[in-house]
């Protein structure tokens, strides 16, 4: 299975989730918030492909302390893929990011995530006190903790 990414952050990020994480963004959204800061990942028609089980591998190898955030564009728009590339992380710990709401969130990748950030970012509700989030109708889920 194939997944289009625009780019990846190693080791790097502490806005994106709790600890220091790698983060991969996805290409593709067709929500295209006003205000979005990663406009350049809209775009449904180019980014890197690459072959899921390939990035995991990469993903794995890379991030020096298996803490990583997939972002976009919004990943649910390669819904498939990414369930598929979340599985193949799962020794890892995980966050999703999505403009979704909750219950748009395919449930059989849940047991999968250690966070979830749900909700389409909304300007004139932006934030930048409340850790991972950039507007105050989104939410950050602690889903499960590690051991």
């Not at 790698?22 to 800061?37: E, P």
């Not at 849940?110 to 950039?134: A, D, S």
Request: include cysteine; proline fraction near 3%; charged fraction near 20%.
């Amino acid at each position: 299975m194939q997944i289009y990414v625009n780019s990846i952050v190693y080791n790097k990020s502490i806005s994106d989730g709790p600890g220091i994480r790698s983060v991969v963004y996805l290409q593709g959204c067709t929500r295209h918030c006003q205000g979005c800061h990663n406009k350049s990942t809209w775009a449904t028609n180019c980014g890197l492909k690459y072959d899921v089980a390939k990035l995991a591998q990469e993903l794995k190898e890379n991030t020096l302390n298996q803490k990583i955030t997939i972002s976009g564009g919004e990943p649910l728009f390669q819904k498939k893929a990414v369930i598929s590339l979340i599985k193949e992380l799962k020794e890892c710990n995980l966050c999703l990011y999505t403009s979704h709401n909750y219950d748009e969130v395919p449930i059989e990748i849940l047991p999968y995530l250690n966070y979830l950030k749900v909700g389409k970012y909304e300007q004139k509700f932006r934030c930048t006190t409340i850790p991972y989030i950039g507007s105050t109708n989104q939410k950050f889920i602690e889903l499960n903790k590690e051991d």
